[in-house]
């Protein structure tokens, strides 16, 4: 028989599990109301699954500010902002057309709107350590203002042309992982730029990465489950698999190739912040099934 490891910090965090109650119960009021359409201001999370089973419920996802302003002006539509937030021009954009918002941003998120808000108040540039293909991202960008960018490396930082002494202010992506930012702030400062700085990085994945990195050190192979798009899933892999190169990414049950795990007898478990209880509880009861 194997020994599994499931790592206590997989699955839903905080800020999604809020996000994706708040879709649920809303689904269910305009269910019962009958004149109510619901959307989420893009996939409520990176998982497939939960995204379609909203669909289901009548939950439609817009892909971005054209879809939104294209909705009809009226009452009775609901747009639920998910927890990766979105920049001012959606709010402005749904004042406008008399729509209900339902703000579903991640506490830690907002929190970061605010420091990009108050920095460039305060005449500071705003730059954010992250992937600038990530929704997250660009609503800070949003809320940093036009001179505001991305970078993920202190190279793409000099690549900006920031003069020295020009005041910046940085921030960290939720997701990012902390000893990647801190290098990358430290390279900075080294160079003489006048930076101030902001760990936002938010716990909860710090947990999860620090708690997948412990489990992956222990055992022979790691499952990581969570949706393909996912960031923090990927990460959560790319962690695992530094420590156990026998490490599997999967989205559901169904990709799990159990032959490929026969000849390890020690096996971790752990689940990106947007994998639902219900996949990681499958996952675990296919292996335990085989084995
Ligand atoms: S990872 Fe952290 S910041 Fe992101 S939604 Fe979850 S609790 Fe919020």
Redesign the pocket.
Known sequence: MKEILLAESAGF????KR?VETVYAEAERAAVSGRERVYTYGPIIHNETVVRDLERRGVCALSGTEELKALPDHAGITVIIR??GVGPEVYEICREKGIRVVDAT????SKIHGIAAEERRAGRRFVIIGDPGHP?VQAIMAWGGPGTRAVESAEEFVSLGIGKDEPVSIAAQ??YQGAKFKKIIDKIRIMGYDIRSFNTI????HERQSEAAEIASKVDAMIVIGGRSSS?TRKLAEICSSVCPNTFSIQTAEDLDLNLLAPFRRIGITAG?STPKHIIEEVQISVRAKF
């Open positions: 965090c905080f800020g999604v996000a927890s990766h991640c506490p830690f998120v997250e939720t997701t938010c716990n909860a994945t923090n912040a």
